[in-house]
């Protein structure tokens, strides 16, 4: 199972483990963004620095209709006890944690501030 919690703007949280290019893991806090159906974003000064590899270019149109295209970044992540290779969005602004990264799971939140939030995979 993985904690987070939420904040005082009703923010969930979850910290996620990111493993850079020599292998040491670094610890993100991500937001849970329901509207981002992908598995994580960081910015790309961050991507740059962990010195993970490039892999390919992703077309979404944003909520408001407008096109915009993001570089895509492979990594291996820390996910509930275990490694896990996912693509990470390169997005310049706070890191998220998406949907993607929730299929196989349920997400239980208590939405207030101080709240618990756990994911839990599916038996």
Known sequence: MIRGTVNARIEVVFSVAIRD??????DFEMLLDTGF???LSLPSP???VLGLPWQ???????????PI???NY????????????????AIDNV???????LAGHDLRVRFRDGGVAEIEAVP
């Open 95 to 101: 890191p998220l944690l998406g949907t993607g990264l």
């Open 74 to 89: 492979k990594a291996t992540i820390v996910w509930d006890g275990s490694p896990r290779t996912v693509l990470i969005q």
């Open 37 to 39: 159906a992908g598995w």
């Open 56 to 66: 390919s270019r992703t077309y979404f149109a944003l909520a408001n209709g407008q």
């Open 69 to 71: 295209w993001f570089e």
């Open 46 to 48: 961050v991507i740059s």
């Open 21 to 26: 290019a020599a292998g040491g893991d670094h």
